[in-house]
């Protein structure tokens, strides 16, 4: 279980959470996970794609949650299993941006981050290809 955080969120002023639902962030999400590439997302087995206001703990510093088993650990996985979700929390993702066209930004950088995790990448390989 990984998850994307939010380092230096003071920096950005936000957008008010009142002024875009989250049936809107949701649009947004789905219109970023089209515009991943198909090599990235083909792969994605037994996924699904969630949206909340925030975390269970209320925090703002948790921008998305990879819950599940990565490929590279998984033994038999088959027929009945769960699947595994990719959670995307929409306040703190509107407290870190200003703008619609930078959370849309913001949700494909998410996006990439937790499907990595789906993939096996940890968050000090995610560093050093510059998506954490």
Do not use: C
Request: without cysteine; glycine residues 8%.
């Amino acid at each position: 279980m990984d998850d994307e955080t939010v380092e230096g969120a003071a920096a950005a002023a936000g957008i008010d959470p009142a002024t875009l639902s989250l049936a809107r962030f949701d649009e947004l999400v789905v219109a970023e996970l089209d515009e991943l590439p198909d090599d990235m997302v083909d792969g994605l087995d037994n996924v699904v794609f969630v949206t909340d206001d925030r975390p269970e703990d209320g925090s703002l510093d948790l921008l998305g949650l990879y819950d599940g088993v990565a490929l590279t650990e998984r033994g038999t996985y088959g027929f009945g299993e769960l699947p595994d979700r990719i959670i995307l929390y929409r306040e703190p993702h509107l407290a870190v941006v200003d703008t619609e066209d930078e959370l849309r930004d913001e949700i494909h950088v998410t996006l990439v981050h937790e499907i990595a995790h789906f993939y096996g990448i940890d968050d000090d390989q995610l560093h050093e290809l510059g998506w954490a």
